[in-house]
């Protein structure tokens, strides 16, 4: 790893003009991608912004239709959050089911939507249950902040500072996760929202996270879902698994997930 | 050069570090804690687990500087005197829950995080948690036994595998 000039700013406002004042910065929250990244010289930048003197960001509010989750706050939080667990068990679930425990007891919400890894989980649960993003600058909705492959809508000096979760009637997340690293080689995400029925999936698609209209149809219509309605060449193929097996994974994994969130 | 601070094992340590100095290399190089393996500097193995604020984290992923202020326990920190080896040590002794010893201190310190949020874990659960500590001897069988056997101690229990 390169070294950098380190910061710890205590409030998000010195974080975004510390990044403003820095020549290739990058925000530090959990480290949990960004630090191996580093070690292996796929990153080098200048400064590291580290979040972790700003406290505000840290926390779980939950009023009944909506549950906020400050961008600092650790995997291991949301899955151990009475609040998370009665609101929206299938989110504490899926955060429980990111890396290994001290992962999780690391890595943040924030960290990973900034990243948007496309086999990270919490994509999933940002889109499929239609949250928004808060950041410094303005309020995203989760279909206008996914960009693509590790791309989002934040601009340099933009951080996130909360997502804001409404409460699905039912949900339920299920992953085909590769054994070595728990990323999601597929996971789908079904909604019960005032909104319809939303389905996403992750791990599959090469440009990251998307929604399965053609599920969402099934399910609404009452069918049990299969994958005929997903594009195999908008799939990805790599060392783990193929387009065909991924998108014959997105069906059984729907099928699952649905019949949970029923 | 940053100087950073911190409470490791109860005492008072400060040290300058590089900016980029892991948490892992700090307490290794600078405080001589040898007790902290690095086994694969990618924060898969678990040999690295040290515990920051009660929590356990791979300190192969951590900077140095993100610890300043904290908390820290390490293995030589869970034995307070002399011989008195800590229950979940103890355990991994009787339950021969090591055979090259290598992982041992990711497993033990990520064994008494496990048993602080759930007491009395199962077979199954000692499995899960276990996802982020590997062992390359896979002698899994006795370190989950050595955990269970801990836990029953911590618990003020004689222990169960006995």
């Known amino acids: ?262 | 050069m940053p100087t950073v601070s911190m409470t490791v094992n109860g005492k008072q340590m400060s040290g300058d570090v590089e900016s980029r100095t892991l948490l892992a290399q700090f307490i290794r190089e600078t405080l001589d804690l040898t007790g902290t393996h690095i086994g694969c500097d990618t924060s898969q193995c678990g040999a690295c687990v040290v515990h920051v604020n009660g929590d356990s984290v791979k300190s192969c992923t951590m900077l140095a500087l993100e610890a300043d202020g904290a908390d820290v326990t390490t293995i030589e920190g869970l034995a307070q005197d002399g011989d008195d080896l800590h229950p979940m040590q103890e355990a991994f002794r009787d339950n021969h829950g090591l055979q090259c010893g290598f992982c041992t201190p990711g497993m033990v310190m990520s064994a008494i995080d496990l048993v602080k949020t759930n007491p009395n874990p199962s077979e199954h659960e000692i499995r899960e948690w276990l996802e982020g500590n590997i062992c390359r001897c896979t002698g899994y069988h006795n370190i989950v036994k050595s955990i269970a056997a801990g836990a029953a101690a911590m618990r003020g229990e004689k222990a169960a595998a006995e």
């Open chain 1, 1 to 262: 790893m390169y070294d950098f000039s380190y910061h710890t700013p205590s409030t998000v406002a010195d974080a975004a003009a510390a990044m403003s004042g820095a020549e290739d910065g990058k925000i530090l929250a959990g480290g949990q991608t960004l630090l191996p990244t580093m070690k292996q010289r796929l990153a080098s930048p200048s400064d590291l912004v580290s979040l972790r003197g700003c406290r505000d960001l840290v926390g779980i509010a939950s009023d009944g239709s909506t549950v906020t989750i400050g961008a600092m706050t650790t995997h291991g939080a949301v899955a151990a959050s009475a609040d998370v667990k009665a609101a929206i068990p299938a989110l504490a679930a899926l955060a429980g089911g990111i890396g290994d425990p001290q992962v999780r007891n690391r890595g943040t919400i924030g960290g990973s939507l900034a990243n948007n890894d496309p086999a990270a989980d919490y994509p999933a649960a940002v889109l499929g249950l239609g949250a928004t993003v808060v950041t410094t600058k303005r309020e995203l909705a989760a279909e206008d902040f996914f960009q693509g492959l590790f791309e989002t809508a934040l601009e340099e000096d933009e951080i996130i500072t909360a997502i804001r979760f409404p409460v699905p009637k039912s949900a339920a997340y299920v992953k085909f996760d590769n054994p070595a690293s728990r990323y999601a080689l597929v996971g789908v995400f079904v909604a019960h929202t005032s909104g319809g029925i939303r389905v996403a999936v992750t791990g599959a698609g090469q440009d990251g996270v998307f929604r399965a209209d053609g599920i969402e149809a099934q399910i609404s219509a009452g069918q049990t879902p299969d994958s005929s309605s997903i594009d195999e060449g908008g799939l990805n193929t790599d060392i783990h698994a193929s387009a065909a097996y991924r998108k014959h994974l997105i069906g059984v994994m729907a099928k699952r997930a649905a019949a949970a969130a029923s």
